[in-house]
């Protein structure tokens, strides 16, 4: 059976924004447009509201950070360590923080809980649309809703084009949560990276983060074009524990595992998934290509989006970093699929050379440009100067066709008539689901207050 879905066309709800996707970004969104006070309509979707603690979320930041409360750990030493180099880097300007998916999730809900104008909605989203006034969506359910701007964390961009990308590196990992029958970690630091020179098919290595003196995600990652079947991770983690704390299988007991794929892209994705529909977190570009950190250029962006939605104004649209630090980036990203040993050689001198602290700040790109001089000249360079003739400073182009929203369905007043081919499977999936599935609908009595 077929259903018309124009049936439900009327009772499309209309919100000033939704937020299409309630993981870091589209919460970070919701929770900053509520900090800053604002009065429109918000509708929050996501599959899935349950807490899970699939991730845990490390930035680096100052003591005032406004997650430090809900901070799992924080800590103010690290361990660095590649080829002959290994030392312990004290932050000065810096903390770097752990937070669980699941204290992030919950604090951020309580907070829209208790704001009168966010109303939730657990279901799966099947396809946006917008046209110059107005942005839609449409749920499996066959539910529709509308709203002034839509903020979507969900899908790739239609005209993305991984082909299209110089590198075509993503940085890969397994990392297990053990707890250790003795007290073998130090807690108070954490390994940044202790890279690991035996492994030659992509620059890999061991990411310590000790929670107690018995527990610590232990995470091997890997730079590099292909995922590892999750036995070699799990491999190199064993031997790692037993050759770095002496410990065997017997000796700990593993509580948790998160295993990640982050795109290290040196292509920007678009910012508009079409008109009136903006693109957040990694499907937004916001993961930045040669680390895969992404929380903190979230958070950064959601701030100002929310303090100008506040304003009335028409939320600025994601902007890539500046060139100079997307051209760091492609050398980078250059040298690592290219050159494993070099990658090694330029990760030793940087944190033998420069300060830590100096470090995170270019890694945020708030360095001016003569401390990214400072900082690029503390690198093994060799593999720059090789890396420049490939792409020359100032002549590489970047795709600038980014800004423009993805061509994508226009939403006219038939547009929901093409989800009527839906194939029969979901359509009689949506049909029991919203049969039986009004618990599915967190506030469903606010809901149906909402005038469309
Ligand atoms: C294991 C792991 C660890 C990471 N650790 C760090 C870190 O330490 N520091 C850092 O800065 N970055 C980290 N990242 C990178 C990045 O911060 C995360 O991937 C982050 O979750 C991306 O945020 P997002 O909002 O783009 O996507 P998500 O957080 O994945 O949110 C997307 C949301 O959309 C929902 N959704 C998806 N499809 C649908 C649908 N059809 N209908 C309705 N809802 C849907 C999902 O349920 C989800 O809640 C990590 C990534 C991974 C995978």
């Not at 082909?163 to 397994?174: D, G, S």
Request: net charge positive.
């Amino acid at each position: 059976m077929t259903r018309s879905i124009l049936a439900v066309m009327p009772e499309s709800k209309r919100y000033d924004i939704i937020i299409a996707g309630a993981g870091l970004s589209g919460l970070s969104l919701a929770w900053h447009l509520v900090r800053e006070n604002y009065k429109g309509q918000i509708l929050l979707i996501d599959n899935s509201f349950a807490p899970n603690n699939h991730k845990t979320w490390c930035f680096w930041g100052k003591k005032d950070h406004p997650f430090a409360n809900i901070a799992h750990r924080i800590w103010k030493k690290s361990h660095f360590s590649a080829l002959d180099f290994s030392s312990e880097l004290s932050l000065k300007e810096h903390l770097y923080f752990c937070v669980k998916e699941s204290d992030y999730k919950e604090t951020i809900l309580k907070t829209l809980q208790k704001a009168s104008n966010v109303d939730f909605l657990e279901e799966s989203i099947l396809d946006f649309s917008s046209n110059s006034s107005k942005a839609a969506l449409i749920t499996k359910d066959s539910n529709t809703y509308l709203a002034e701007f839509i903020f979507q964390s969900i899908f790739m961009p239609s005209h993305y084009d991984p082909n299209a990308r110089k590198y075509p590196l993503i940085q890969h990992f397994l990392g297990i949560e053990i707890k250790t029958d003795e007290k073998v970690f130090d807690k108070k630091t954490f390994t940044l990276m202790d890279v690991d020179s035996d492994f030659n098919d992509g620059f890999a290595f061991m990411y310590v983060l000790p929670i107690k003196k018995n527990r610590a995600l232990v995470e091997y990652t890997i730079f590099s074009a292909n995922p590892l079947k999750k036995k070699q991770y799990k491999k190199k983690i064993r031997n790692y524990l037993e050759e770095k704390y002496g410990l065997t299988k017997e000796n700990y007991s593993i509580k948790r595992k998160e295993y990640g794929e982050i795109p290290m892209d040196d292509r920007p994705h678009t910012p508009l998934y079409s008109s009136r529909i903006i693109n957040l977190g990694t499907v937004g570009g916001f993961t930045k290509p040669s680390t895969g950190y992404t929380f903190s250029r979230v958070h950064k962006y959601s701030k100002k989006c929310a303090q100008a939605l506040v304003k009335g104004v028409i939320p600025p649209i994601p902007t890539a970093s500046s060139y100079r630090f997307r051209y760091y980036d492609l050398l980078l990203l250059r040298v690592l699929a290219t050159n494993v040993p070099d990658s090694r050689k330029i990760f030793r001198s940087l944190f033998k050379n420069s300060p830590i602290d100096r470090i995170f700040k270019f890694l945020s790109e708030e360095t001016n440009f003569l401390e990214d001089l400072m900082v690029l000249a503390s690198c093994y360079y060799p593999p720059f100067l090789r890396a420049l003739t490939v792409h020359p400073p100032l002549i590489t182009q970047f795709d600038k066709k980014h800004l423009a929203p993805s061509k994508h369905k226009e939403l006219k007043e038939d547009y929901f008539e093409d989800f009527e081919q839906i194939p029969n499977s979901i359509a009689e999936d949506s049909l029991q689901d919203s049969e039986e599935g009004s618990d599915d609908i967190i506030q469903q009595a606010r809901l149906n207050e909402t005038v469309s």
